[in-house]
């Protein structure tokens, strides 16, 4: 092929770049289909059905001269990526959704044709923008915090607004309205306070209740609580100096029940 001029081709409102052979930028039409992790070029590239065209592909370029091939990747600079002629971008659009086939279709020939593309049916679907992104990211950080045993999850979300707004300056004071009015911790007692009820000290205090099966050691070599020390105590999150983690405080009942098991004893 003769080298191409500046790829006019568009999908999705991204650009689909060519090399100077005239094929397109794989990694661009993923970026167009969403940049799902599912869709990425290696797993089609690397799929039968794809291997199977390839082959066909390079059979017909053996037998016509000067033909280039129907795949090749540049590695660095600002070209980088994998470039595939036009039957398997046709190929790799299939392969990703039919709507997304169409989309790809219709582009093909409205810059075939020179008309303008018509509108599908779906919406152009836009990569999410960085603030974007960053709010999903927290998000993502508020589901792992509602797993942590004995998190209220009206703590876990207050942080997950005092993230968002430190890291975007967006305004989440209108959200905040929508928690649960603020309290005190219902858990009020520490292991010295569980050691003092019992007459034993902090120490002793933690072994029984990493003993009673309420609470155990972390990877930080911190006490969480185990799920069955969520219904005695709870994790109250803090921050001192440049270290962060969850502090246990235990409601009376947990001195009642480590009592009841030393009765059994």
């Known amino acids: 092929m003769t080298p191409c001029k500046p790829s006019s081709l568009t999908i999705n409102d991204v650009v689909v770049n060519q090399d100077s ?6 990694n661009d039409l993923h970026r ?11 797993n089609f590239l690397a799929i039968g059905p794809t291997q199977e065209l390839i082959a066909t592909l390079e059979s017909e ?6 033909r280039n091939g129907p795949v090749e990747s540049i590695r660095g600079g600002p070209a980088q990526g994998t470039y595939v002629c036009r039957e398997l971008v046709y190929a790799y659009a299939a392969w990703v959704s039919p709507a997304f086939h169409l989309r790809v279709l219709r582009t093909f020939d409205a810059v075939l044709t020179g008309q303008p593309s018509a509108s599908p049916a779906d919406p152009p679907r836009t990569l999410p923008s960085p603030t974007e992104e960053k709010v999903a990211g927290h998000g993502a950080v508020l589901t792992a915090l509602k797993a942590v045993p004995g998190l209220r999850s009206g703590i876990a979300a207050s942080m997950m607004l005092d993230a968002i707004h430190a890291d975007t300056g967006l305004t989440v004071e209108p959200y905040r309205k929508a928690l649960p ?6 858990s009020s007692l520490n292991a010295t306070a569980v050691g003092k009820a019992l007459g034993v000290s902090s ?16 990877e930080r070599d911190e006490w969480e609580l ?21 502090q246990v405080l235990w409601k009376p009942e947990a001195v009642d029940y480590l009592r009841s098991l030393e009765k059994k004893a």
């Open 61 to 66: 370029d053996r037998s016509c001269p000067g």
């Open 181 to 186: 009015p603020g309290e005190g911790p219902a």
């Open 203 to 218: 120490k002793a205090a933690n072994l029984r209740l990493k003993d009673a099966g309420l609470q155990t050691k972390n």
């Open 21 to 26: 052979n005239g094929r397109y930028c794989l």
């Open 32 to 42: 167009a289909a969403g940049l799902e992790k599912r869709h990425q070029p290696s």
């Open 226 to 246: 185990t799920p069955a020390g969520a219904k005695y105590g709870e994790a109250i999150p803090y921050t001192r100096g440049s270290h962060s983690g969850y």
